[in-house]
């Protein structure tokens, strides 16, 4: 006759290994749950950031909640809250809904004040280099006065001057008499700068463009004070040479008609 003991009752053999771990892990997750929707931050603008990690808490907790509640329905195992875990889930749920509204117009609010500062920022890069090649083509038009009129004989007309506002002279200081009149007259006509077809003596050898104002020295003669081939008063000054010259035919014509006498 067997002993009463041996057929004595095992309850452990009832226990199923999973569902007991599912048990424990949900009791876990309701004391979680508990004190995350306890530490909710207060809903003030300057807490942004604490909102933000208390969500990304939240959304942590509910989610393994929901896993551990759909494997407990598996193992048919049930679960309950209570009723005041009840009130404090949906309260925490609405907190969560408004606080993830208001994070997500705060990045969305971020993202277009950094979008506006970096077209401010392009704006102001394409302004700075639009002024850098102003600043560029104004110092190269400083440096070459005549670029761009061409070389050796005048514009497209054939008139052979420069573009260009015109040069007028400044009025001397007024004379007594006569000369005063007549060199107020003279300033006061206004001149053109031209390319001359013949580079003189001083832009030939320095095989640069020869311009100048007409009956005038060219600017590289007049910069260097001294003569051109393009002043009138040079062209003058050789016609009353030329003039003072004894004349070779005059001379030649007495001394036959001497010699016929």
């Not at 807490?47 to 598996?74: N, P, Y």
């Not at 394409?126 to 050796?152: I, S």
């Not at 006509?189 to 580079?199: I, L, M």
Request: glycine residues 6%.
């Amino acid at each position: 006759m067997s002993s009463p003991t041996s057929n004595s009752f095992d309850f452990t053999s009832f226990i199923h290994p999973e569902a007991n771990r599912l048990t424990t892990e949900f009791n876990q997750l309701r004391v979680r749950v508990e004190a995350v929707a306890k530490s909710a931050p207060n809903d003030r603008e300057e807490l942004f950031q604490e909102k933000e990690e208390w969500l990304r808490e939240w959304r942590d907790v509910t989610s393994k909640m929901a896993k551990c509640r759909e494997d407990m329905m598996t193992y048919n195992i049930g679960f309950t809250f209570t009723a005041e875990e009840v009130t404090m889930g949906n309260e925490t749920i609405e907190l969560a809904k408004l606080y993830a509204g208001q994070v997500s117009a705060m990045k969305r609010r971020a993202e277009e004040q950094a979008a506006e500062a970096a077209r401010v920022a392009a704006a102001a890069a394409a302004e700075k280099e639009l002024a850098k090649e102003k600043g560029k083509e104004k110092a190269k038009d400083t440096d070459d006065p005549m670029d761009g009129e061409g070389t050796g004989g005048g514009d497209a007309d054939g008139e052979g001057e420069a573009e260009g506002d015109e040069l007028e002279e400044q009025p001397a200081p007024p004379r007594k008499g006569r000369a005063a009149v007549q060199t107020k007259a003279r300033m006061s006509v206004k001149t053109k700068t031209v390319f001359h077809d013949r580079a003189c003596v001083r832009c030939a050898a320095k095989e640069i463009k020869c311009y100048g104002i007409p009956g005038h020295c060219c600017n590289a003669c007049k910069d260097a004070k001294s003569g051109c081939i393009h002043s009138d008063r040079k062209a003058a000054r050789k016609a009353k040479v030329a003039a003072r010259a004894p004349s070779t035919t005059g001379t030649a014509g007495t001394s036959k008609s001497a010699a016929k006498a």
